[in-house]
């Protein structure tokens, strides 16, 4: 429940942050700002360029569920 309010709590705060940096003024608190992963809402080792942390992408490239991404081995 907790990590639940978390994520809800740091969506409204990223949709201020856009709101207000689209109307062009200056966003009140910037450094609040911060991404969850979009699966299991964990904070840390997240990959921005798929959007989740570095566990989920683990076990996602594992089962296959991103194109183009293979375990290595050599």
Known sequence: ????SL????KNRLAEYM???SSGE???F???VYNRCNLCGRRRGFMRF???CRICFRE???NGEIPGIKKSSW
């Open 1 to 4: 429940m907790a990590r639940k």
């Open 7 to 10: 994520i809800i709590k740091q």
């Open 19 to 21: 709101r207000a940096k």
């Open 26 to 28: 200056r966003p009140k």
């Open 30 to 32: 910037p450094t609040r």
């Open 50 to 52: 798929f959007g989740t």
């Open 60 to 62: 996602l490239a594992c």
